[in-house]
């Protein structure tokens, strides 16, 4: 069954299906493996957390760094990698940089995991 095939809501915006549906293309592959490396190192995975539930969705290095027990250079580096994955994005002001998640980064990988998420509900309910 193609991408094309599949009905709407089981596709996301940039074409990722759940990979128990349809195997992935090499290409979202390195996309999806990319994004799932930045978030499995527990630093940036708390950093990715931090900033997507601040207040206002956007949080300034300033604003995270002091709940996280490195420097603010590695806070910097990682909030880079996170950037650089597609995770966040960042926006300059005067002398400080605010991230905030972006979206689609987060929906793709939504998209992919959805239904190993339900379908594991699934069978753990049915047991």
């Known amino acids: 069954m193609s991408k094309s095939e599949l009905p709407l809501s089981e596709v996301?915006?940039?074409?990722?299906?759940?990979?128990?549906?349809?195997?992935?293309?090499?290409?979202a592959a390195v996309d999806i493996a990319i994004k799932l490396k930045a978030l499995a190192d527990p630093v940036r995975l708390r950093l990715f957390s931090l900033v997507a539930s601040h207040s206002?969705?956007?949080?300034?290095?300033?604003?995270?760094?002091?709940?996280i027990d490195v420097s603010q250079p590695t806070v910097s580096h990682h909030l880079k990698v996170l950037k650089e994955a597609g995770l966040l994005s960042s926006e300059r002001r005067a002398s400080w940089v605010y991230y905030s998640v972006v979206p689609q980064g987060?929906?793709?990988l939504s998209a992919v995991l959805s239904v190993v998420a339900d379908d594991?509900?699934?069978?753990?309910?049915?047991a």
């Open 106 to 108: 987060l929906a793709t």
């Open 12 to 27: 996301d915006s940039c074409g990722y299906a759940p990979m128990v549906r349809e195997p992935l293309s090499p290409e």
């Open 120 to 126: 594991e509900l699934t069978a753990r309910a049915g």
């Open 56 to 67: 206002g969705g956007e949080a300034c290095v300033c604003d995270i760094s002091s709940d």
